[in-house]
């Protein structure tokens, strides 16, 4: 631990240890993603560490106990990541920057929603569309025809015609939960 160099750094109030690794200021992530970064989704910063293509280095064992003297990882920490302090800088603002675009965007959709546009209420059933008087429409030509009861009667062992006719095609309406094998057949 005698030759590696450390401080710290603050960015936006917020107090980052560093070491200093062939000449290079370099950050633990995990100290940017709690500290300087807490408000942003991880997935948000990985994306864009992503695309900004940044460097990681993996600490080891030396590095990784300065970190812990300093504070900038937890003690039971086993593995560290590091990254420079222009990845930090780069990350750091094309996040803050992504965030104030969408907070922007976010107002004047507001401001939008509540001056001209009212949202629609959905209806509460999905299918009163296609119902209507409890009739429904065979075909475009035709006229609608009335629904046709609903037989409620238990099955009892031998009771075979009661069961629907399985080479006619079936109608299921989500509405009612309810097979309607009738409304197939021609009048």
């Not at 401080?7 to 200093?20: A, C, N, P, S």
């Not at 807490?38 to 910063?45: A, D, E, G, L």
């Not at 920057?97 to 965007?105: F, G, I, N, P, Y």
């Amino acid at each position: 631990m005698g030759d590696l160099k450390s401080g710290f750094e603050e960015v936006d109030g917020v107090r980052l240890g560093y070491l200093i690794i062939k000449g290079k200021q370099m950050f633990a992530l995990s100290q940017v993603f709690t500290d300087l970064l807490k408000n942003i989704p991880r997935t948000t910063v990985h994306k864009r560490m992503d695309h900004l293509k940044v460097k990681k280095h993996h600490c080891d064992l030396e590095e990784l106990r300065k970190l812990k003297a300093i504070n900038s990882i937890a003690f039971h920490a086993a593995k560290c990541t590091l990254i420079s302090r222009e990845d930090v800088e780069a990350l750091y603002t094309s996040c803050k920057t992504e965030r104030v675009l969408k907070t922007k965007r976010r107002k004047i959709s507001r401001a939008l929603s509540t001056t001209d546009l009212r949202p629609e209420l959905a209806p509460t059933d999905p299918f009163s569309g296609f119902w209507k008087e409890n009739k429904l429409w065979l075909g475009l030509n035709d006229s609608p025809r009335p629904l046709l009861p609903i037989r409620r009667k238990a099955l009892r062992p031998g009771d075979t015609a009661l069961l629907p006719a399985s080479h006619l095609p079936h109608i299921f309406s989500k509405y009612t939960g309810h097979s309607y094998p009738e409304i197939a057949r021609a009048p």
